[in-house]
């Protein structure tokens, strides 16, 4: 765990970042129906824990990517993953923020 935390993990940001736009879009439609009679603007924090969650996973790619440089051909492999891993990171938590947002403008009960 500790090589993990200090040196990062090259795919992580592959993982995280679709896994929680996957995650996020479940729990849009499953929290809605549940939230409207409430009123507790649940969605918005829903979406801001997922992009925390996408966001680091792409810290533990970037910080896989930012290793010394070796030029064996695993590892330059491994560094394009990392970055490939960073910018879908990126990408997918923008796209669960903004799908929260629309929870900071919708209720959830209009029909």
Not at 68 to 96: H, K, N, Q, S, Y
């Amino acid at each position: 765990m500790t090589r993990t935390r200090r040196h990062g993990l090259s795919w992580a940001g592959l993982l995280s970042g679709p896994g929680a736009w996957a995650l996020s879009t479940q729990l849009n439609t499953a929290l809605v129906p549940w939230d409207c009679p409430r009123q507790l603007g649940i969605v918005p924090w829903a979406a801001l824990a997922l992009v925390l969650l996408a966001l680091a996973g792409g810290a533990l790619s970037w910080r896989a990517f930012r290793r010394p440089d070796v030029t064996a051909r695993a590892v330059r492999t491994e560094r394009f993953i990392a970055l490939i891993g960073v910018g879908a990171a990126l990408l997918f938590a923008l796209i669960v923020a903004v799908q929260g947002s629309a929870g900071l403008v919708f209720t959830g009960c209009e029909r």
